[in-house]
């Protein structure tokens, strides 16, 4: 699905010009025993590929760089919105402009999850909901902060809208989640008071009202800046269970989640029933029953993978979070409690403190990001010297898809990324077909586009963070 970096010079041209790159031939791959071509069941151990490296810890980007490159990235890139600047006020336009963008009826037929046809009378319906006519010449900001991982939706309904009847893997509707303590400008309401427009830092979308907790301005952009505060470096994390704060039980948080720890609470005394020595004592939004913002203290047990801070930006540390979601089933937009590729990447690079779009499309061609793109005139040699000359940490794009480089084996570069499936060609010149749904390990150049293209041939765009 749907700078951070400059690179040197010469860096660039290695991108660009194949004669001058000598590589090691292309290896033939072996047979897989884990059930994908080139595949064997050691690679899928991120300590394979870390100790194939020859620096693996040595800092690619220092905090300060990632600061200033967030900063560039926020400045620049337009899906992204700079929350503490927004005026109290917002332009007419500005809001139509964000609902219009996201809130976009697919063409053809749709139906839903029992694969039945929605009739046409339901686009007028869902058209209605967004309530466009009450969106006033000059809107009222009000803030909030996320309280659980939350559904962001491109209209403001929970009906699964599929494409192809029984394929309810994709709900078209489904644009991303947001995950708790993040947060929110909100923006306008569905025409049943049910749904909130909200746009967060990375994304604008219809979520649902209990999702947010309405605070000051003050209150909402403060909570986000909190320190002392703790990072989930695991795939996800959650609190303990305690009947005395239902509100904050079991609450889960995924990857590169930002938790503000509650300052003040007596060493000797427990919370929501339990002793804290054994655990962090976090401060978690939560929603009064008139959907106001208060804070509750909460447990992640100190067992839970979690950091005082933002990794170290490495190429080790890339490969071992990448290889945290090994496995995950692959979720469109957020969905099934998991990830889909683009949410794949930003909540591994996200994790070491570094910001990216939210979909692939924004990813590859941001202005924020330094990228080798692609186009009609880079021939075949050209795709494949850049596949070639690709490093460790590097994001490779082609329509609608991003895989992130792992190292290299057999001669060429190795990818994960969180795909549906792959193709290949047999030694006979037969096409193989692999369902992954998941995130996986793959070899990249013989990954099938289609019929009659690799996905090298397909290869739109690369992007290297990098200093």
């Known amino acids: 699905m749907r700078g951070v970096t400059m690179w040197i010079p010469m860096l660039a041209m290695s991108l660009c010009c194949d004669a001058a790159i000598a590589r090691p031939p292309v290896d033939p791959l072996p047979l897989p025993t884990s059930g994908v071509i080139g595949v064997q069941e050691a690679q899928l151990a991120p300590a394979f590929w870390i100790r194939r490296l020859r620096q693996p810890d040595a800092n690619i980007l220092t905090p300060a760089e990632i600061t200033a490159a967030n900063a560039r990235m926020l400045r620049l890139e337009p899906s992204l919105h700079d929350l503490a600047s927004l005026p109290d006020l917002l332009p007419r336009a500005w809001v139509l402009g964000r609902i219009e963008g996201v809130s976009r009826i697919p063409a053809g037929e749709l139906f839903d999850e ?19 006519d009450r969106v006033a010449e000059h809107v009222p900001v ?41 947060p929110v400008a909100v923006v306008h309401e569905s025409a049943d008071g049910r749904w909130l427009f909200v746009a967060s830092p990375r994304y604008a979308a219809w979520t649902q009202r209990e999702n947010i907790a309405l605070g000051t301005r003050a209150d909402v952009l403060g909570y986000a800046a909190r320190t002392p505060f703790r990072v989930v470096t695991g795939a996800r994390a959650e609190t303990v269970f305690t009947p005395e704060a239902p509100q904050v039980s079991r609450r889960e948080f ?3 989640t930002r938790l503000p720890l509650a300052i003040g609470l007596a060493p000797d005394l427990p919370v929501n029933g339990q002793t804290a020595y054994a655990a962090w004592a976090l401060s978690l939004p939560i929603r009064n029953d008139d959907g106001s913002l208060a804070f509750l203290p909460a447990l992640v047990p100190k067992s839970a993978d979690t950091a005082a801070g933002y990794l170290p930006y490495t190429r080790a540390n890339l490969i071992r979070q990448a290889f945290k979601f090994l496995g995950e089933r692959y979720g469109w937009g957020h969905a099934y409690d998991g990830r889909d590729c683009s949410g794949f990447v930003s909540e591994v690079f996200a994790s070491m403190g570094i910001l990216l779009p939210r979909n692939t499309s924004r990813q590859a061609v941001s202005p924020g990001v330094v990228h080798r793109l692609f186009g009609t005139t880079d021939s075949r040699a050209d795709r494949l010297a850049a596949a070639q000359a690709l490093d460790v940490g590097d994001l490779v794009y082609i329509p609608g898809h991003v895989m992130l480089v792992i190292g290299r084996l057999h001669g060429q570069p ?34 099938l586009f289609d019929s009659d293209a690799t996905f090298i041939d397909r290869m739109t765009s690369i992007v290297r963070i990098r200093r």
């Open 142 to 182: 009000r803030f909030g902060l996320v309280i659980l991982r939350a559904s962001l939706r491109a209209f403001p309904t929970e009906l699964g809208v599929f494409t192809k009847p029984g394929d309810t893997d994709i709900d078209r509707f489904q644009e991303t989640a947001e995950f708790p303590g993040t």
């Open 414 to 447: 190795y990818v994960i990324h969180d795909v549906t499936g792959m193709r290949y060609r047999n030694p006979d010149g037969s096409q193989a077909t692999v369902r992954l749904n998941s995130v996986a390990v793959t070899p990249l150049l013989p990954l």
């Open 254 to 256: 995924d990857m590169s």
């Open 114 to 132: 029992e694969g039945q046809r929605f009739p046409q009378a339901m686009r007028a319906q869902w058209q209605a909901s967004l309530a466009l």
